[in-house]
């Protein structure tokens, strides 16, 4: 049976203030991304990884080859998660990263560079935190650009690949916040991308934001690389006018989608000329059987780890 509800663990309390974590004036001491190696070349769809870093190391989606030409599996990496957080003070939006997080940016050359290294893009996830700020509701162009800005800022001072959003758990309404507006998401995104026109901004289809992606002429669709379904054990195609090389409405939990399911969505995402498939809690343990499952389908190979 498909699993539609997602289960992720997280610690909110531990949230901590993004004015205090970002340095935005400076230069960071994690330094700019290094340049990648040349990845052994691999046909087939982008294969994203989410790793929940509460829990488990970013460098395990690094741990991943393929037994045929050794590329990597994982073409993405997402850390999961920062947080879209309100100050009630300043009624304002801000960002905001767990200890967790807060950890993996500040050891970037150990935790980020080497995927960077190996050719995988590494790049944030942003999520509400149950406090009525979402990217659905800025009450005006300069408060989504505001916010823009330290997303783009961050992605610079860590030396990250780009921004996925993912508008859940917002709770919209909170803390005297307004309700979802069809303004907000179409100014943040067209400011993001303004602001890093080469990063990756991914879209995780989820929530009032991922309904609301056209504004006053303006569609934002197009200014997305990606966008998955997220519904994990199912087939859903997002409903954003991309091409098909940049969808996934395969969506799987590693270790919790069935290793049938998995190839039959991987098959499927072949088959129908989709572009990305999209995996979600990849862990710490050996998961060769799990990943070889939708490997074979995507690529025709089976998957090898190395600890």
């Known amino acids: 049976m498909f699993t539609l509800v997602r289960s992720r663990a997280r610690t909110a309390a531990l949230a901590l203030a993004a004015v205090a974590a970002l340095a935005f004036g400076t230069a960071s001491m994690t330094g700019a991304a290094a340049a990648p190696a040349p990845a052994p070349a691999k046909q087939g769809p982008t294969s994203v990884a989410y790793v929940e870093v509460n829990n488990n190391s970013m460098l395990n989606v690094g741990k991943y080859t393929l037994a045929n030409g050794g590329g990597n599996v994982f073409d993405v990496a997402v850390i999961?998660?920062?947080?879209?957080?309100?100050?009630?003070?300043?009624?304002?939006?801000?960002?905001?990263?767990?200890?967790?997080?807060?950890?993996?940016?500040?050891?970037?050359?150990?935790?980020?560079?080497?995927?960077?290294?190996?050719?995988?893009?590494?790049?944030?996830?942003?999520?509400?935190?149950?406090?009525?700020?979402?990217?659905?509701?800025?009450?005006?162009?300069?408060?989504?650009?505001?916010?823009?800005?330290?997303?783009?800022?961050?992605?610079?001072?860590?030396?990250?690949?780009?921004?996925?959003?993912?508008?859940?758990?917002?709770?919209?309404?909170?803390?005297?916040?307004?309700?979802?507006?069809?303004?907000?998401?179409?100014?943040?995104?067209?400011?993001?991308?303004?602001?890093?026109?080469?990063?990756?901004?991914?879209?995780?289809?989820?929530?009032?934001?991922?309904?609301r992606l056209s504004y006053g002429g303006v569609d934002v669709s197009s200014k997305f690389d990606y966008a998955w379904n997220p519904y994990y054990g199912s087939w859903q195609v997002p409903g954003i006018a991309l091409p098909k090389s940049k969808l996934s409405p395969a969506a799987v939990e590693i270790g919790g989608t069935s290793q049938s399911t998995a190839a039959d969505l991987a098959r499927r995402t072949v088959s129908e000329g989709y572009g990305v498939y999209l995996t979600y809690n990849l862990d710490g343990a050996d998961r060769t059987a799990d990943v070889s499952a939708f490997t074979r389908e995507l690529y025709g190979s089976d998957a090898v780890y190395t600890p």
């Open 80 to 211: 999961f998660a920062a947080n879209i957080n309100y100050d009630t003070g300043t009624k304002a939006a801000y960002l905001s990263f767990n200890e967790n997080v807060q950890r993996v940016l500040d050891n970037a050359a150990t935790e980020i560079r080497p995927l960077q290294q190996k050719g995988i893009k590494v790049v944030l996830s942003v999520l509400g935190n149950h406090q009525g700020a979402g990217f659905a509701n800025f009450p005006s162009q300069q408060a989504a650009s505001a916010f823009a800005k330290q997303l783009s800022d961050t992605v610079t001072q860590y030396g990250l690949d780009g921004i996925d959003f993912d508008d859940e758990y917002a709770e919209y309404g909170n803390n005297g916040t307004g309700q979802p507006n069809d303004s907000s998401f179409v100014n943040l995104v067209t400011a993001l991308r303004a602001n890093m026109p080469d990063k990756i901004i991914s879209l995780y289809n989820i929530g009032p934001a991922a309904s």
